[in-house]
């Protein structure tokens, strides 16, 4: 089972969740999911969105790959951050697509530029 982890008190990033992990960050009182895996992706959790919708959350699938990590392919999941209720569980198979867009946000809503931001992504080794 992957670890979700809190970065802060909007966002928790994990790898593949579980239905008990859903069920556990929904009793928590997380408000949304998040998921960045493509659906050719191996051990998904089977009908995610529906189980998800079901414990009562909000669930946004953005298919996104490392490499296409970029200013406007990371637009698009910026804008979904800031408009889905929070906290939020961003989420990929093994949890470094979802620190890396965690990282990109708060540090653009902190006011530094994409260019800057992803330049640090990328010296983590996250992208």
């Known amino acids: 089972m992957n670890i979700v982890r809190k970065i802060n008190d909007e ?3 994990a790898g593949q969740i579980t239905l008990d992990q859903l069920k556990q960050i929904a009793d928590e009182g ?6 960045l895996r493509l659906p050719d992706e191996t051990g998904l959790l089977v009908d995610e969105q529906e189980k ?4 009562g959350l909000y669930y946004v699938n953005l298919p996104t790959k ?4 970029n200013n406007q ?3 698009q999941i910026y804008q979904t951050i800031i408009e889905l209720p929070k906290p939020i569980l961003i989420h990929c198979d093994n949890s ?5 867009i965690v990282l990109l946000y708060i540090a653009i809503k902190q006011g530094m530029t994409f ?13």
Request: zero cysteines; a negative charge; aromatic letters at 2%.
């Open 73 to 75: 392919g990371t637009l």
């Open 52 to 55: 998800t919708e079901l414990l």
């Open 115 to 127: 260019e800057k931001a992803l330049e640090k992504i990328i010296s983590l080794g996250l992208i």
């Open 11 to 13: 966002l928790a990033i």
């Open 96 to 100: 470094i697509r979802s620190a890396a």
């Open 30 to 35: 997380y408000k949304s999911v998040l998921n």
């Open 66 to 69: 490392s490499e296409d990590i």
